[in-house]
Structure formats: structure tokens, C-alpha cells
């Protein structure tokens, strides 16, 4: 679809597991995303990373940790999550480099459920 | 700083008839202004973006949108809907960095 792709792209975890969700992007971009899509809330921006170098931490959970080890991929590494954290996560990349307002292209989203 | 009004949180049309979608922005700066659409367990797929060249941008599926500064809206349109247009869609507009706003989303619906 879009060059983007996740996985998984269903998770159910415990409070207590440790978990990882791996986004890939064929797009040739420098820059990638991980947003939070809640129900009835508008997307959340966690987190962004230009170059392989993170750029934005918008206030999330130190439960909740990314990992860029190139421009291609993007990890966002999961323990001891809440039942509040169940969401759709949803990975985007862009061409971006040190800002603009370039598009951003969106994966399939990984549904989690943490029980 | 930006931010995004979707006036409408769920829109009911017929199959044929025109579907409007509105939308208002805030924006301290220039913005660029994108609207996407999510079908159910899909991502995001833009379907058309602003960024000051012609104030009327035609998108993907027949879908078009007009930016009106004065009004400070960027609303989408297209004139006959079709079945598989029912989905979920986003307003969001970005200032000048890499920072996206999303509106809260329209559900739109097509009845046969």
C-alpha cells in the first residue's frame, strides 16, 4: 500500500510482558514517527526521529521505548504497560529532514490490547 | 500554534450524492493543511494537501478540497459518493516543522 509496513498487527499483552512493535519503511525517507490513535481522541504525536537521531519526546512514558538503528526502521519497545495504553499505534515516515512540512506516510497501525 | 476544528464528528450521505466535510484550522504561520482518510483496521492515506500554490487542490478518488485563508478553512468535498468512501476522515494542518495537528476525525457513512 503505502510503504510503510508494521508488525505485529494485533498484540494482546499482560501488564507485566515486554514487548516490541517494528515498523519498516521502503520510501528512501529520513525521518519516521510513532503516533498514538485512541479511541475518540485526535492522533498523539510520542515520538520522532530524524536521521536515526531523536528529535521529539512528546511527553510519553518512559514504559514506552523507541529505538531507530537506521532510517528504515523504527522499533517502539513495550513493558509493564497499563490497560490505558491499548490503542492503535500507528508508524509514519517522511522526507523530511531537519523540519519541513513534507508528507508523512502511514503503516497499517499495530492494534494493542494490553489486559 | 496550530490546531484543527472538524465541524462535523458524523456525516450520513447517499450513495450519488455530494459529501461535504468541514474543516477550520488554526495556524500562526503560513500552514500547510493535509486531509487523510482511515478505513476500519487501516492507516492513514492522504488524500490531498495545501501548501500555498492553488488554492483549490484536487486529491486521490474524485475528492477535492478549497483553502480559504479568509475563512481560515480548508473543507473537502466530492461530488457524488460512493460506497467505499465510508471511513473515517482527518483534518490536520503543520506550521512549519515537521509537528502535524490532527482534527478529531468524520465518520462518514453511505447509504445505498
Known amino acids: 500500500e503505502t510503504g510503510v509496513t508494521q508488525t505485529p498487527r494485533h498484540l494482546v499483552m499482560g501488564m507485566t510482558n515486554k514487548k516490541s512493535l517494528k515498523c519498516e519503511q521502503h520510501?528512501?525517507?529520513?525521518?519516521m514517527y510513532w503516533y498514538k490513535q485512541s479511541a475518540k481522541k485526535p492522533l498523539e504525536l510520542m515520538f520522532v526521529?530524524?536521521?536515526?537521531?531523536?528529535?521529539e519526546n512528546n511527553s510519553v512514558p518512559s514504559r514506552f521505548s523507541p529505538e531507530c538503528p537506521n532510517s528504515s526502521h523504527l522499533f517502539l519497545h513495550l513493558h509493564t504497560l497499563q490497560p490505558e495504553d491499548s490503542a492503535l499505534y500507528l508508524c509514519?515516515?517522511?522526507?523530511?529532514?531537519?523540519?519541513?512540512?513534507?508528507?508523512?506516510?502511514f503503516g497499517p497501525g499495530t492494534r494493542l490490547t494490553v489486559l | 500554534a496550530q490546531s484543527v476544528t472538524q465541524l462535523d464528528s458524523h456525516v450520513s450521505v447517499s450513495e450519488g450524492t455530494p459529501v461535504l466535510l468541514r474543516c477550520n484550522y488554526s495556524?500562526?504561520?503560513?500552514?500547510?493543511l493535509f486531509w487523510y482518510v482511515q478505513h476500519p483496521n487501516k492507516g492513514l492515506q492522504l488524500l490531498l494537501k495545501?501548501?500555498?500554490?492553488?488554492?483549490l487542490v484536487k486529491g486521490i478518488n474524485g475528492f477535492e478540497a478549497e483553502f480559504k485563508k479568509s475563512e481560515t478553512s480548508f473543507h473537502l468535498t466530492k461530488p457524488s459518493a460512493h460506497m467505499s468512501d465510508a471511513a473515517e476522515y482527518f483534518c490536520?494542518?503543520?506550521?512549519?516543522?515537521?509537528?502535524?495537528?490532527f482534527g478529531a476525525g468524520t465518520t462518514v457513512t453511505v447509504r445505498a
Open positions: 495556524s500562526s504561520y503560513s500552514p500547510s
Open positions: 490536520v494542518v503543520s506550521d512549519n516543522d515537521y509537528k502535524l495537528s
Open positions: 509514519a515516515s517522511s522526507q523530511a529532514g531537519a523540519g519541513g512540512r513534507d508528507t508523512q506516510y
Open positions: 495545501y501548501t500555498s500554490a492553488a488554492t
Open positions: 520510501l528512501g525517507h529520513n525521518a
Open positions: 526521529y530524524n536521521f536515526k537521531e531523536q528529535t
